[in-house]
Protein backbone atom coordinates (compact mmCIF):
# COMPACT_ATOMS: atom_id res chain seq x y z
CA UNK A 1 0.00 0.00 0.00
CA UNK A 2 1.81 3.01 -0.83
CA UNK A 3 0.67 6.61 -1.69
CA UNK A 4 2.84 9.09 -3.73
CA UNK A 5 2.31 12.55 -4.07
CA UNK A 6 3.77 14.91 -6.46
CA UNK A 7 3.47 18.34 -8.72
CA UNK A 8 4.55 21.07 -5.75
CA UNK A 9 6.96 23.66 -6.96
CA UNK A 10 7.64 27.43 -7.16
CA UNK A 11 5.18 29.34 -7.78
CA UNK A 12 4.41 33.82 -7.39
CA UNK A 13 1.39 34.48 -5.49
CA UNK A 14 -2.00 34.32 -7.74
CA UNK A 15 -0.58 31.70 -9.19
CA UNK A 16 -1.29 28.18 -9.63
CA UNK A 17 -0.43 24.21 -9.07
CA UNK A 18 -2.16 20.91 -9.16
CA UNK A 19 -0.95 18.30 -6.55
CA UNK A 20 -1.15 14.87 -7.51
CA UNK A 21 -1.72 12.01 -4.86
CA UNK A 22 -1.17 8.62 -6.91
CA UNK A 23 -2.25 4.91 -4.96
CA UNK A 24 -0.49 1.90 -5.76
CA UNK A 25 -1.21 -1.56 -3.84
CA UNK A 26 -4.94 -1.21 -3.53
CA UNK A 27 -7.94 0.65 -5.21
CA UNK A 28 -9.29 3.89 -3.93
CA UNK A 29 -12.55 2.80 -4.73
CA UNK A 30 -13.50 2.30 -0.72
CA UNK A 31 -11.53 5.17 0.66
CA UNK A 32 -11.32 8.58 1.49
CA UNK A 33 -8.14 10.59 0.93
CA UNK A 34 -6.93 14.20 1.61
CA UNK A 35 -4.36 16.70 1.72
CA UNK A 36 -2.27 18.34 4.91
CA UNK A 37 0.03 20.35 5.09
CA UNK A 38 2.64 21.82 7.50
CA UNK A 39 4.65 25.17 7.06
CA UNK A 40 7.78 25.53 9.49
CA UNK A 41 7.12 25.78 12.60
CA UNK A 42 3.64 24.92 12.60
CA UNK A 43 1.06 22.39 12.95
CA UNK A 44 0.07 20.11 10.32
CA UNK A 45 -3.45 21.22 9.12
CA UNK A 46 -5.89 19.01 6.92
CA UNK A 47 -6.47 21.21 3.58
CA UNK A 48 -9.00 18.62 1.80
CA UNK A 49 -10.43 15.47 1.32
CA UNK A 50 -12.67 13.51 -0.53
CA UNK A 51 -14.79 10.53 0.14
CA UNK A 52 -13.94 8.76 -2.94
CA UNK A 53 -16.82 6.41 -3.48
CA UNK A 54 -19.20 9.51 -4.09
CA UNK A 55 -17.01 12.49 -4.60
CA UNK A 56 -18.32 14.39 -0.92
CA UNK A 57 -15.44 16.90 -0.41
CA UNK A 58 -14.49 18.82 2.81
CA UNK A 59 -12.55 22.31 2.57
CA UNK A 60 -10.82 24.41 5.36
CA UNK A 61 -11.90 27.80 5.17
CA UNK A 62 -9.14 29.63 4.18
CA UNK A 63 -8.60 26.96 1.01
CA UNK A 64 -12.07 27.39 -0.02
CA UNK A 65 -13.25 29.27 -3.65
CA UNK A 66 -9.65 28.53 -4.34
CA UNK A 67 -8.53 24.83 -3.98
CA UNK A 68 -10.00 21.97 -5.74
CA UNK A 69 -10.16 18.25 -5.00
CA UNK A 70 -11.05 16.00 -7.60
CA UNK A 71 -10.49 12.12 -7.99
CA UNK A 72 -9.34 10.09 -11.40
CA UNK A 73 -10.83 6.30 -9.98
CA UNK A 74 -9.35 4.92 -13.39
CA UNK A 75 -5.81 6.35 -12.79
CA UNK A 76 -6.16 5.73 -9.05
CA UNK A 77 -5.49 9.07 -8.40
CA UNK A 78 -6.55 12.73 -6.33
CA UNK A 79 -5.91 15.60 -7.55
CA UNK A 80 -5.88 19.26 -5.01
CA UNK A 81 -6.28 21.86 -8.01
CA UNK A 82 -4.65 25.27 -6.21
CA UNK A 83 -5.24 28.54 -7.43
CA UNK A 84 -5.02 32.22 -6.40
CA UNK A 85 -2.04 30.48 -4.03
CA UNK A 86 -0.62 32.78 -1.49
CA UNK A 87 2.36 33.15 0.52
CA UNK A 88 1.08 31.42 3.45
CA UNK A 89 -0.01 28.46 1.59
CA UNK A 90 3.75 27.73 1.69
CA UNK A 91 4.25 24.14 3.25
CA UNK A 92 4.92 20.88 2.27
CA UNK A 93 1.61 19.04 1.32
CA UNK A 94 0.88 15.11 2.07
CA UNK A 95 -1.66 12.80 0.89
CA UNK A 96 -3.09 10.21 2.94
CA UNK A 97 -5.89 8.13 4.10
CA UNK A 98 -8.78 9.90 5.62
CA UNK A 99 -11.75 8.45 7.87
CA UNK A 100 -14.39 8.30 5.41
CA UNK A 101 -17.49 9.28 7.91
CA UNK A 102 -16.08 12.54 8.98
CA UNK A 103 -15.56 13.96 5.25
CA UNK A 104 -19.28 13.05 4.55
CA UNK A 105 -20.81 14.42 7.66
CA UNK A 106 -18.36 17.31 6.64
CA UNK A 107 -16.51 16.58 10.15
CA UNK A 108 -12.87 17.34 8.25
CA UNK A 109 -9.69 15.15 7.78
CA UNK A 110 -8.95 12.55 9.87
CA UNK A 111 -5.99 10.54 9.30
CA UNK A 112 -6.02 6.60 9.28
CA UNK A 113 -2.29 6.10 8.83
CA UNK A 114 -1.10 5.62 5.09
CA UNK A 115 0.42 8.37 3.71
CA UNK A 116 2.24 9.78 1.14
CA UNK A 117 5.71 11.56 1.17
CA UNK A 118 5.46 15.01 1.04
CA UNK A 119 5.95 17.44 -1.98
CA UNK A 120 6.84 21.13 -1.29
CA UNK A 121 4.68 24.06 -2.31
CA UNK A 122 6.48 27.53 -2.17
CA UNK A 123 4.59 31.17 -3.24
CA UNK A 124 7.03 33.40 -3.57
CA UNK A 125 7.80 36.30 -5.74
Known amino acids: VQLQASGGGLVQPGGSLRLSCAAS????????IGWFRQAPGKEREGVSC????????YYTDSVKGRFTISRDNAKNTVYLQMNSLKPKDTAVYYC???????????????????WGQGTQVTVSS
Open 50 to 57: ISISDGRT
Open 96 to 114: ASVRKQRVIYGSGCSPTGY
Open 25 to 32: GFTLDHYA
